[in-house]
């Protein structure tokens, strides 16, 4: 009995070894199989690490060249808009001596030259355009006065801000040609005696009034003697007031040329009338080399 026993507990315990030694079996080779599979997705994993870590660095290599090139690009930019801003400058100052020299060449240099005993007008002169002065502003509304076109708003500028201040200017002699002057000389000449007549009237050819830029002022009361005009508000306020509109007196107290006129009033252009108020210079004092640097901007 007690053998059977034996064999019995025997063969149970073989069993149950069996089944444990299966059981490892089966239970290792799972977890080798379950291993080499982790192996095999390790693998998998550090080859697309990397071929990714090989892509960034093909990226960033690329980057780099990229960004080379746009530096590259965007000197070569900076160097041309600087040429092109160059260029356009110098494009800029040649048009601008080109319109200066354009201007100068169409403005007539007889305009600033110093007549009054000085430069001869030629007899054939005549202004390149006149145009009667409105007879609002005129001493004899029945006689046409006029003037040189161009700077018809400078004069009628002047005669209109004056009156808005209740200076009422009249023009009494505008333009006067070469025959015109020669005329009056004569007359004068009957008149007074050459001695006189040379003291307040310009020969033939001398006179700014050949211009068709001087202008004779007077006002209603004092009239075409202008006997007192230099007492008047009138002339107070041209003295304060005339070079705004370029004009200036040509013949200031003690001039070497005339009598004092402080009827007589010259256009000379906005800039070169302000110069000589600021400097309280005259005309006639000036060189001509000095004046002509005006004549560009004559009828600014
Ligand atoms: N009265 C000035 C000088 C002229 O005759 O032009
Ligand atoms: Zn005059």
Redesign the pocket.
Known sequence: MKEIKDFISDRVSKDIAIIVAFLLAVTAGFLGFKYYLLLRENSVLKMSNDSLNNSLQALTINYSKLRDEKNGLSTSLQDQTQKVTALANEVGGISGTVSTLTKLSQTDPELLEKY?KVYFLNENYVPKSLTPIAPEFTFEKSRTYMALTDIMPHLQGMLLSASSSNINLLVVSAYRSFND?SSLKSTYKVTYGAGTANS???DQGY???QLGT?FDLTTKKVGGSFTGFEKTDAYTWLVANAYKYGFILS?PPHNSY?VY?PW?WRYVGIALATYLHDQNKNFYDLDQRTIDQYLVNFFD
Do not use: G, I, L
């Open positions: 009054s002057q307040f009237s310009a006179s700014e009034h001087a013949y005339y006129e007589h």
